[in-house]
């Protein structure tokens, strides 16, 4: 009974102070060009697209961005500012940045067939990320 005693101690002392795990909150992020900045400064700004059938974009369209159903899968979004800025780097882009978007992540964000997360419907881009 002794040798069960520290033993139920150590085990009671172990649980203390700990929290049930918690899901990872995201914001919603994008990357572009930094002419998007001059963008957001107009009263003209558009908003970034969510997922659009073939039939409602320009004809011209590049339809390697289209998925295998025929849909532009949105702009391609990221849970945060630090992962966009990753994209960044590996994706070597000059000259641009990393936008907040105006979004819920639960609600409006989708991962694509391509295995990167895109908005599902347009939304508003908020502000550039310093």
């Known amino acids: 009974m002794k040798i069960m005693l520290p033993i139920l101690l ?5 649980g203390c102070g ?4 918690t ?13 998007i900045k001059e963008i957001l400064a107009s009263p003209q700004s558009e908003p970034a697209p969510g997922r659009t059938a073939k039939a409602d ?4 369209f590049p339809t390697a961005l289209l998925d295998p159903e025929n849909f532009y899968r949105g702009m391609g979004v990221y849970c945060s500012a630090d992962e966009a800025r990753q994209a960044l780097v590996d994706q070597k882009h000059k000259d641009w940045g990393v936008f907040e978007i105006d ?3 639960d609600k409006n964000v989708y991962k694509a067939d391509d295995g990167a997360h895109h908005l599902r419907e347009s939304a508003k881009i908020k502000q550039a990320v310093e």
């Not at 700990?18 to 795990?21: C, D, F, G, I, R």
């Not at 974009?57 to 011209?60: E, G, S, V, Y």
């Open 23 to 35: 899901a990872k909150q995201c914001g919603v992020y994008a990357i572009g060009p930094n002419q």
């Open 18 to 21: 700990e929290t049930a795990p």
């Open 57 to 60: 974009l320009p004809a011209d």
């Open 10 to 14: 150590v085990g009671l002392l172990a």
């Open 103 to 105: 979004s819920d992540w």
